[in-house]
């Protein structure tokens, strides 16, 4: 037995080796050296378990559940057959009609939706004429001054004439297309009460006007400032001019929020107006920055050769250039993919062969962004411009979206579609219950018929099958079901023996890997 007094040697842990600690001045050969000490080693610290956090992994839901208890929801809609021949009326071939008539529904309500989300992915653009008028109206002009005053010299209190200039576009409506809605006078009024003011003006007679000015909309419209990203008014330079009057006005579009609709209503308009101080004549040039989705853009000398075309999308550029490939034939017999340049795609690539997923990059050199539309116009403030004023008139080409489009967008984004389709859900689960039942219902009858027909040889033969099932389950069945494993042909072995089979070797490599087993060996 060890003494109580002796010292406890430390308990390492399996893996850790006993590090000793030698001495600084080892002993001579032969003599008794220090004994070495051992330094134990920490043991690693174990976390308490949390009662609290273990309870509630418990109570938590394993992942797995929900897809258990959708696998056992039934799924089965059918009626099992014999059922029409125990029931009165044609309930089960009504029933078994209205199943065909919904599988044909089914699919042509998802055919549609298909198309109509094909549709929409394709952005289809039309093009349709915005009209621009420009205008401009002059007060506290010397001229006018003399004719309100009579005997004032022109001239007199310099530097109070100031000029307004107006700046209103619409699309023109074109009578031949009969998805455009028709405006009655009622609209047209409306739309005229919600001219507003844009930039911001100088004077406080222009502020007024622009925040008494209402924005409200009866029906979604692609206004002025919905087709371009901003508006610069650039003037002419002019010695007799303060530089202050003649800095460039902008206007920028703000960026739209990612969940916003529409854009905010100081943005949306579709005129603006801006006032400043000037006593003679002015020439400006209105820049329009277009606003296009998917943006077009201008292409080179080159690109438009092969396009035969000379603004194009980043989409259209791509397909465009496949047209060409397959219409010249210039793909690889091998590689698909691969495409031989011919004199054109030389100029725009620089090599004899391309590989078709690079085209898309190699193109950006070869496209630039689309020039500004550029409106000249001449800010008249003589008498002899107002006795008649007339506007300057511009038509200009704008790319706008199929009307059809926003009526599909609104099909496939109707909130009641959802909800039609959990409700829907909810039926057919319901339906699948009452069939589950009618099926469990049929099973009992088929049952009791056979019962009352023949009692004794019924009962014995559910007697057998359930022995068998049971034999089944436990392990301990016959091969088959009805053959004796202990027959002739399974003591023989050899190439035709039952054991040289796939079967017989995939079963012992079974159970052999069997704990059991594995602990047994």
């Known amino acids: 037995m060890t003494s109580m007094n002796a010292p406890m040697q430390p308990n390492f842990p399996r893996g850790y080796p006993q590090a000793t600690q030698r001495s600084p001045n080892p002993p001579r050969r032969g003599a008794p050296g220090p004994v070495p000490q051992v330094m134990p080693v920490p ?50 071939q009504q029933y078994k009609s209205l199943r065909e008539l919904e599988k044909r529904l089914d699919s042509a309500m998802v055919r549609k939706r298909l198309d109509i989300q094909d549709s929409i992915s394709r952005t289809v653009k039309r093009y349709r004429t915005l009209r621009i008028w420009i205008s401009n109206t002059v007060e506290n002009q010397p001229w006018q001054k003399a004719a309100e005053q009579n005997g004032t010299a022109p001239g007199a209190n310099p530097g109070s004439g100031r000029y307004k200039v107006r700046i209103e576009g619409r699309l023109l409506d074109d009578d031949t297309d009969p998805t455009i809605p028709d405006h009655d006078e009622s609209d047209e009024k409306d739309e005229a009460e919600r001219d507003g003011d844009a ?18 909309s009866k029906r979604p419209r692609q206004r002025f400032s919905h087709f371009f990203k901003s508006i610069t008014v650039d003037f002419d330079r002019s010695p007799s001019v303060k ?72 989409s259209g550029i791509v397909l465009g250039i496949w047209d060409y490939i397959k219409a010249m ?26 590989f078709f997923p690079q085209i898309p990059e190699s193109t950006s050199a070869h496209t630039s962004p689309m020039d500004p539309i550029k409106l000249p116009y001449t800010i008249r403030v003589d008498q002899e411009f107002h006795n008649n004023p007339t506007p300057t008139i511009y038509d200009i080409r704008v790319a706008v979206d199929d009307p059809l489009r926003q009526k599909m967008i609104a099909l496939t984004s109707n909130p009641q579609y959802a909800q039609n389709i959990r409700q829907i ?32 040889n019924f009962v014995r033969r559910w007697t057998n099958s359930q022995r068998r099932d049971l034999e089944t389950i436990l392990g301990e069945a016959t091969r088959g079901g009805g053959e004796d494993g202990a027959g002739p042909e399974f003591r023989r072995g050899g190439a035709n023996g039952v054991w040289d089979t796939p ?19």
């Open 43 to 92: 043991m690693p610290q174990q976390g308490v378990p949390n009662p609290h956090l273990m309870a509630a992994q418990r109570n938590m839901a394993h992942p797995n559940d929900a897809a258990l208890r959708r696998s056992r929801k039934p799924t089965d809609k059918n009626i099992p057959d014999g059922v029409e021949d125990v029931v009165i009326g044609e309930g089960v």
């Open 199 to 216: 930039m911001e003006q100088d004077g406080p007679e222009a502020e007024k006007e622009k925040t008494t000015k209402k924005h409200a």
């Open 243 to 314: 530089p202050e009057e003649t800095a460039p006005i902008t206007w920028t579009k703000p960026q739209l929020p990612p969940n916003a609709v529409s854009l905010p209503p100081t943005a949306d308009f579709d005129s603006l107006q801006f006032s400043r101080a000037s006593q003679e004549n002015l020439n400006i040039t209105i820049s329009l920055v277009r606003d296009e989705t998917p943006e077009r853009y201008k292409l080179s000398k080159e690109l438009a050769e092969v396009l035969d075309t000379e603004e194009e999308a980043r």
């Open 329 to 354: 034939g210039l793909q690889e017999d091998e590689e698909k993919r691969q495409v031989r340049c011919d004199h054109r795609l030389k100029s725009i690539f620089g090599r004899d062969q391309m």
């Open 425 to 456: 859900a909810a039926l057919d689960d319901q339906l699948a219950l009452v069939i589950q039942a009618l099926t469990h219902s049929k099973a009992k009858h088929s049952f009791y018929t056979a019962l009352s027909k023949d009692p004794a």
């Open 503 to 521: 079967v017989a070797r995939e079963a012992v490599r079974y159970m052999l890997a069997k704990p059991d087993a594995a602990a047994a060996r």
